[in-house]
């Protein structure tokens, strides 16, 4: 008994088909990127290099090329990505670093701006107390009093009047300039007996006489409160004590009331 195909069915594609239908195969992997880049080394492959199936069509051949092509591109993924993980830290590392280097300039810095202001505020304070200490004065004679006051009448003063100030004092007692100056006179003053002459730094003079010794020299500068001599009885006396002048100028009758003079300078006796 015989058999007859039904027309139209179950008829294998004519060559002409079965390429044109390979081609599209092949184009929609290309189009959608599965086998771009690497496709074309493949499809210039040998039929022995190229797995077979059943019936080795064109897409067979694109499917085996695609699964290729495919694999290639997640190893290389796989790198580009690590790749870009790896420059990632390396920017991160970079910008710590330089983060970290602006942080200690910027702590160094900040400690040399205050380490500055410091010495200038220690300079300044220094500069305070130097001046305060040139400008400070005090008593010839700490604990003392006035015992003959200023412009007092008497035979005894070649003047006839007191030119200065007579300090109790015992012999031996500590004598000290009132302010800072330099020794301008150091010796034997005739009715002043052993005497020390200072010119201060506001352009004053102080004279100390009658001294039993001196300790300063012409020239020297002292500060206020430093020993210059003992007191004594050397000179034109009549007992021990210590006589002190305030003066404008080096010389003898220059002389100015040493009480408002000491007062002046911050000094009550």
């Known amino acids: 008994m015989a058999f007859t195909r039904a027309t139209g069915k179950h008829r294998k594609p004519s060559r002409a088909v079965r390429v044109s239908a390979n081609a599209a195969g092949i184009a929609t992997l290309a189009a959608t990127g599965v086998v771009a880049g690497f496709?074309?080394?493949a499809l210039a492959a040998t039929p022995d290099e190229v797995p077979h199936s059943t019936e080795d069509t064109g897409l067979t051949q694109a499917v085996v090329i695609g699964e290729d092509t495919a694999g290639r591109i997640g190893e290389q993924a796989q790198v580009q990505s690590s790749s870009a993980a790896e420059s990632s830290a390396v920017h991160e590392a970079e910008a710590a670093a330089k983060q970290q280097a602006y942080d200690v300039k910027k702590a160094d810095d900040e400690a040399k701006r205050k380490a500055e202001a410091e010495r200038k505020e220690q300079e300044r304070i220094a500069r305070e107390q130097e001046r305060k200490r040139l400008n400070t004065f005090v008593s010839p004679i700490a604990g003392s009093y006035v015992s003959t006051s200023y412009k007092?009448?008497?035979?005894?003063?070649?003047s006839?009047?007191?030119?200065?100030?007579?300090?109790?004092?015992?012999?031996?007692?500590?004598?000290?300039?009132?302010?800072?100056?330099?020794?301008?006179?150091?010796?034997?003053?005739?009715?002043?007996?052993?005497?020390?002459?200072?010119?201060?730094?506001?352009?004053?003079?102080t004279q100390y006489g009658h001294l039993s010794s001196i300790g300063v020299s012409v020239g020297q500068s002292v500060t206020a409160?430093?020993?210059?001599?003992?007191?004594?009885?050397?000179?034109?006396?009549t007992g021990p004590h210590l006589h002190f002048e305030a003066r404008t100028g080096a010389v003898y009758g220059t002389d100015i009331d040493p009480v408002a003079y000491l007062a002046e300078h911050g000094v009550s006796v």
């Open 152 to 158: 007092a009448s008497s035979g005894l003063w070649s």
């Open 39 to 41: 496709a074309a080394p």
């Open 225 to 237: 409160g430093q020993q210059i001599g003992l007191s004594g009885a050397t000179g034109n006396v």
């Open 160 to 205: 006839g009047s007191h030119t200065g100030v007579d300090f109790h004092a015992e012999t031996g007692t500590s004598v000290q300039a009132v302010g800072a100056g330099t020794i301008v006179e150091a010796g034997w003053g005739g009715a002043y007996g052993n005497n020390v002459v200072i010119k201060h730094n506001d352009g004053t003079y």
